[in-house]
């Protein structure tokens, strides 16, 4: 046993690195789930109220499973000061709330796969803030031809059959505003990690935000009703989902550098477009898709690429 934790593989960077990418691998997944919720609890495209009650239950469920596993865990879930409540509930209405907003506003008006690869535009955002906020995460050489080389991938899934007929509608620009939004917020997340412990800061991030995602959602007018087991096993596997990368996220966010985990954001696209393709039917074969997975996949690399 002690042999095979002395092994490279299981060296502590290899371990978050792994980690990054199971969660990124789970947010892919949410693509194709959240547009078959969709058709399971037949709500409408331009149903956005409803669609905003589904994304409220699936977080303030997943909260709420966060909370008790600290619990359990004894953890200190009840001593928040006032200034700690005050900046968990801001975090929870602009990570969970306002980007969800977006994001399923953006998803019900594109496919999948564009969808997943547009939302890796997250992982710039949060190198080029982490650069100006944090004094051991500047930009370097690699990380800049990174950063180039996803923005290039995201321009690219964009045009249509002319390299010259440019497509960039209401539901892409709503998918780009989330992917801001989730990023600035990570990092104020990770700073509230610092005197919260990373599950704790999840849980109640996730709850506060997702109550709000309901309380909006039925006072705007909408509804949502359960058509059988598979849209209860769809809203329980989004909410855990929702609990297990974000607490994990939190956690790898607290202990190492923003641009050392924030480019594994882009095996978002490769696994929601994959797993769209596999579950939603959608074509990843055009040669713009293949071409924009290409170029992010190329600047993971290049932004974790260790200078000699």
């Known amino acids: 046993m002690e042999t095979?934790?002395?092994?490279?593989?299981?060296?502590?960077?290899?371990?978050?690195?792994l980690c990054a990418a199971?969660?990124?691998l789970l947010w892919g997944s949410a693509?194709?789930?959240?547009?078959?919720?969709?058709?399971?609890?037949?709500?409408?495209?331009?149903?956005?109220?409803s669609k905003i009650v589904f994304?409220?239950?699936?977080?303030?469920?997943?909260?709420a499973l966060l909370l008790l596993l600290a619990m359990a865990q004894r953890k200190p879930i009840a001593r928040l000061n006032a200034r700690q409540f005050g900046q968990l509930t801001l975090l929870g209405l602009t990570q969970t709330s306002l980007q969800y907003i977006f994001f399923y506003i953006g998803l019900a008006f594109t496919t999948g796969v564009k969808g997943s690869i547009m939302n890796a535009t997250g992982t710039f955002f949060s190198v080029l803030l982490a650069h100006f906020?944090?004094?051991?995460?500047?930009?370097?050489?690699?990380?800049?031809?990174?950063?180039?080389?996803?923005?290039?991938?995201v321009m690219v899934v964009n045009f249509n059959s002319g390299l010259l007929d440019f497509s960039f509608s209401l539901g892409d620009g709503s998918v780009v505003l989330a992917a801001f939004i989730l990023s600035a917020a990570s990092l104020y997340g990770k700073r509230i990690s610092q005197t919260v412990d990373p599950t704790v800061m999840t849980g109640y991030q996730l709850a506060f935000g997702g109550l709000a995602l309901v309380?909006?959602?039925?006072?705007?007018?909408?509804?949502?009703?359960?058509?059988?087991?598979?849209?209860?096993?769809?809203?329980?596997?989004?909410?855990?989902?929702?609990?297990?990368?974000?607490?994990?996220?939190?956690?790898l966010l607290k202990y190492n550098r923003v641009g050392m985990i924030a480019p594994f954001n882009f095996l978002i696209p490769v696994s929601g477009s994959v797993l769209s393709a596999i579950f939603l039917g959608e074509n990843i074969f055009e040669w713009k898709y293949a071409l924009a997975l290409a170029l992010v996949c190329s600047g993971i690399w290049w932004v974790n690429k260790v200078k000699r």
């Open 4 to 17: 095979l934790r002395q092994h490279p593989l299981f060296s502590r960077k290899n371990i978050v690195y």
């Open 133 to 153: 906020i944090y004094q051991n995460d500047r930009l370097s050489y690699n990380k800049t031809l990174g950063c180039i080389l996803g923005f290039v991938g």
């Open 215 to 251: 309380v909006g959602g039925y006072l705007s007018g909408g509804t949502l009703t359960f058509h059988g087991f598979s849209s209860v096993a769809i809203l329980g596997y989004l909410t855990l989902l929702s609990s297990v990368a974000f607490a994990l996220w939190s956690i």
């Open 22 to 24: 199971f969660c990124c």
């Open 31 to 49: 693509y194709p789930a959240i547009k078959s919720g969709y058709e399971l609890f037949q709500i409408a495209t331009d149903d956005i109220p």
């Open 55 to 63: 994304a409220g239950y699936r977080f303030l469920f997943a909260g």
